[in-house]
């Protein structure tokens, strides 16, 4: 048996197959203490009194949250899905789909935020509303925090544009020279002296700015979607910003009607699924009038589901009319994005540039373009 066999055998086995394959450590022995966790419960079924040991975590409801979490960040998402089925319709951890007081003393964060939007369809009315307010508690705090960032972006940028006083001979006066320098006529030449030059100041015309969004909902997306969303409230209360946002996976979901509200677009994802780039940004493609005054920016792992032609397609037209891009594959505090290399080069290769980026770095990068 190989040393992969053996891993996998040992995951699938438990603790009680150590005698003959070895006990885990690092990441695959974390993975083997959530599996544990959840399939522990089978001997629980049995009659079979589990030692869980030392530092092991007992099913309580709140290690229940925590191990959602902790699932989440194990495994890939396919897999997490499969995990959080089985913990909900096989072995009942459904208290906090069903008791709203369990989420009053819950710590809020943003990973909390990303389990009570998985469990937001399945839950009881009467705890969906407790839900709703947690969410939107720890959303409003992840708002407080970004829009000082994304304010002192857009009035701290440079303005190349208004100067005070520009002295240029497309902005000179010469009516109001000449008044100036009456005085300094000199009747020999029959020339006036001008010891002061006047020039007009000129104030930019402040056109409005298109952003749009493009947001990529696979699981491995959750804090970039949540960041989003909450980019997208603030932007769309600036003025001269007309925010466009839309959630894709092989399906198209256009919420741009509800950005003041980052809860509900968050309510509107559904994580998981195939992936289809290019049908999304086609779309997307549709929003651009004034290209010039466009900034489209794609967040996804450029995982595509579906051809890429049409995505490559799509994007060099949008480079072609001289749109504003990016495609951006984690938004977040500091994660370490995971994305298809391939496609991320070729769409770098036909005009838009791919990075990570924080929220406060993409606040920057969208002032400096648009002021």
């Not at 899905?81 to 709203?100: C, F, I, M, S, V």
Request: hydrophobic share 40%; aromatic share 8%; net charge neutral.
């Amino acid at each position: 048996m190989t040393d992969a066999n053996a891993r996998r055998w040992r995951l699938v086995l438990g603790r009680y197959a150590d005698r003959n394959l070895g006990g885990l450590g690092g990441a695959d022995g974390q993975m083997d203490g959530a599996l544990e966790y959840l399939y522990g419960r089978e001997y629980d079924g049995r009659g079979i009194n589990r030692d869980r040991g030392p530092g092991s975590l007992d099913p309580t409801q709140m290690n229940a949250v925590k191990w959602l979490g902790k699932a989440r960040s194990l495994f890939p998402q396919s897999v997490f899905e499969t995990l959080q089925d089985h913990a909900l319709d096989r072995y009942g951890l459904t208290d906090l789909l069903k008791d709203p007081k369990v989420l009053d003393d819950l710590e809020p964060s943003q990973d909390l935020l990303k389990v009570l939007l998985g469990f937001h369809g399945r839950a009881d009315p009467a705890v969906k509303q407790k839900l709703r307010e947690v969410a939107d508690k720890i959303i409003q705090e992840i708002i407080e925090r970004l829009r000082h960032d994304v304010m002192r972006a857009f009035s701290g940028s440079r303005n190349r544009f208004q100067r005070s006083n520009i002295k240029s001979a497309a902005n000179f006066d010469w009516r109001a020279t000449l008044r100036e320098n009456l005085k300094s006529y000199d009747p020999e030449t029959g020339r006036i002296i001008a010891e002061r030059l006047r020039f007009n100041s000129r104030t930019k015309r402040r056109l409005p700015w298109r952003v749009i969004l493009c947001v990529d909902q696979s699981g491995s997306m959750t804090d970039s979607i949540i960041h989003s969303a909450v980019m997208a409230a603030i932007l769309s209360g600036l003025p001269g910003v007309h925010v466009k946002m839309v959630l894709f996976d092989t399906s198209i979901i256009d919420v741009s009607d509800n950005l003041t509200d980052p809860l509900e677009t968050l309510l509107s994802v559904q994580l998981g699924g195939g992936t289809d780039i290019g049908r999304a940004v086609g779309y997307c493609e549709g929003f651009v009038e004034n290209p010039d005054r466009t900034v489209f920016a794609l967040i996804s792992d450029f995982a595509e589901g579906a051809s890429p032609r049409p995505l490559y397609a799509a994007i060099a037209r949008m480079n072609e009319a001289r749109v504003r891009m990016a495609g951006i594959i984690a938004l977040d505090e500091g994660g370490i994005p995971f994305y298809d290399h391939t496609i991320a080069a070729r769409v770098a290769d036909l005009g838009m540039p791919v990075a990570a980026m924080t929220p406060d770095s993409f606040a920057n990068w969208l002032a400096e373009i648009m002021t």
